[in-house]
């Protein structure tokens, strides 16, 4: 389709079809945060410091309803670098350079266990990455023991890693069944061969198949596979074909993720910066992987994610228990989460804090006996308000003026007037429609959440254009 043939898309969710104009996908595919933290991390302090992070902890076990944990651990190896990645990797195929970083990473986990109250429970923790399967089942079972006999896990906690087909073995899957983790998020990105030729990520469907019947035959509660739409070399017919065989395989949540190009900061991407889609040509790969999901009878979360209509975010988004934190959509709410190894993001009650971003200075904090903080913020009460707006938006899809003034103590129509002629924008072009009790995003608007959200991000209304901080929303 091109737009001599048609001045709108079509767009199904639930089964049913909706027109999106051109006009209104030119005007809202802008650049936008993912709102994984409000306020984002661009806004955030090297001002923070060791102190003020400890200083958190201790409130956050001295307030009057102690909150559940959530642990993050960041693995950073990867033995090759696929060129689209934009997360924080060490690339290295010898394996001895993760010893150690796994003793600085045991250090730390000693120090942030003997500031967390053994009292709350652990019920959630993620291994993430780079490819924490990088490490030898020896070392798996080495660091879990360890994190283990720091904290006090919940009997019903929720254990999950990020997994790479292509190096993780039976033995390891295994292994960590036996230690407790119980669901699994597994990279695909992309089954077409010329896709994964150009952003160096090679990785058969066979491989895939086989990692999840034995992620299957080990009964791990959930398996999560990953693609990425907007790929160098992708086309809206590629990409279905890719989307099929992924359903063969019959996960029981997807995440879709839009393909940050980022070049400014990865500059790995610009490798193939001439073939990857843009504009209209991204949004029909989109669509494919949207009218493949539906079609399946997957359920659209939002943003990026689909699950089966019994998966836990299902319900979650049905009940209104659905949550966001740095790590996607989540099913546990109202925790604190504590963030270990280089460059880890905690969310602790009323503050953010994110370790050193480089090894080396992460390595030189954990040797001179400090905790590796790098930067963070204190939340004011209107970042806070706002964070809870924005999680609304992007959790429930509604705004309730009445659970403002009941959880947030301000009249919405009062302390966001300023926001309220962006709002009917909103609504003109049919984004949101307004309800007796507030407003709620429509069909067409679930697809453009960050954008509803970005009318509550006051410092990005604020912020002067000095340079690319973030990708396109779609």
Known sequence: MNRTESNSVDITLGGATYALPLKILDKYNVAGPRYTSYPTAPEWSDDFGVSD???????????????????????????????????NVIINSRKEVARPYLDRLKREIDSI???????????????????????????????????????????????????????????????????????????????????????????????????????????????????????????PESFTDSVTQVLELNPDR???????????????????????????????IFQSGIRGFDGAGYDYIGLDHFSKPDDELAVALRDGSLHRNFQGYSTRASVDLYGMGVSSISGIYKVYAQNHRESKEYGESIDSGTLPTLRGLHLSEDDV???????????????????????????????FEPEVPALEDLAKDGLIEWTESGFKATPIGYIFLRNIAMVFDRYLREKKADGPLFSKTL
């Open 254 to 284: 997807v995440a879709m993720y839009s393909y940050a190009h980022v070049p400014w900061m990865k500059k790995a991407q610009s490798v193939f910066a001439d073939k990857i889609p843009h504009g209209l040509e991204k949004f029909r």
């Open 53 to 87: 992070y400890e200083r958190a902890m201790v409130v956050a076990n001295e307030i009057g309803e102690r909150r559940p944990v959530s642990l993050y651990l960041h693995i950073p190896f990867c033995e090759q670098l696929c060129l689209y990645c934009g997360c």
């Open 113 to 235: 266990g003997e500031k967390v109250d053994r009292t709350r429970p652990v019920v959630q923790m993620h291994w993430g990455g780079g490819t924490p399967t990088y490490l030898s089942v020896d070392q798996i079972e080495e660091l879990c023991a360890h994190i283990r006999g720091r904290f006090t896990f919940d009997a019903d906690a929720e254990i999950s890693i990020e997994i790479d087909p292509v190096v993780t073995t039976a033995e390891q899957m295994t292994c960590l069944r036996r230690l407790g983790f119980n669901r699994v998020s597994m990279g695909v990105q992309d089954f077409n061969p010329e896709v994964q030729q150009a952003v160096r990520r090679i990785q058969s469907f066979e491989q895939t198949r086989d990692l999840v019947n034995v992620c299957r035959d080990l009964s791990y509660d959930s398996i999560n596979l990953d693609m990425i739409y907007g790929l160098p070399c992708q086309t």
């Open 385 to 415: 308000i706002r964070r809870e707006i924005i999680s609304m938006v992007l959790c429930h899809r509604v705004v309730d003026k009445s659970k403002v003034r009941e959880s947030l103590g301000v009249e919405f129509d009062e302390y």
